[in-house]
């Protein structure tokens, strides 16, 4: 990861976080747990993953794409940039 180390450490705090959560899931679908909240608690997982691309995407904007942007790789940091939000 070509991020500072602020953004390391948030992406590693929120995958920790994500990882609490997924636990919890497991838990609960071998708990037999009501259906409802196992889904309210996948959404905590989704909900932190997105949080961690956010984070790395903000880093990668900062110390990346600002410092190749106006270069000759300028147009190769568009399309990753762009091809990033085509995949799902």
């Keep these: 990861m070509n991020n500072d180390s602020t953004s390391q450490?948030?992406?590693l705090t929120r995958i920790k976080i994500a990882k609490g959560h997924l636990d919890k899931v497991q838990q609960m679908l071998?708990?037999?747990a009501?259906?409802?909240d196992v889904?309210?608690?996948?959404r905590a997982v989704q909900a932190a993953l997105k949080k961690v691309d956010e984070i790395i995407l903000h880093g990668h904007?900062?110390?990346?794409?600002?410092?190749?942007?106006?270069?000759k790789k300028?147009?190769?940091m568009v399309?990753?940039?762009v091809d990033l939000f085509r995949k799902k």
């Design 9 to 11: 450490k948030q992406a």
């Design 30 to 32: 071998e708990g037999d």
């Design 34 to 36: 009501y259906c409802p």
């Design 39 to 42: 889904i309210h608690q996948n």
């Design 61 to 71: 904007l900062h110390s990346c794409v600002l410092k190749d942007i106006h270069g």
């Design 74 to 76: 300028s147009e190769k």
């Design 79 to 81: 399309e990753e940039i």
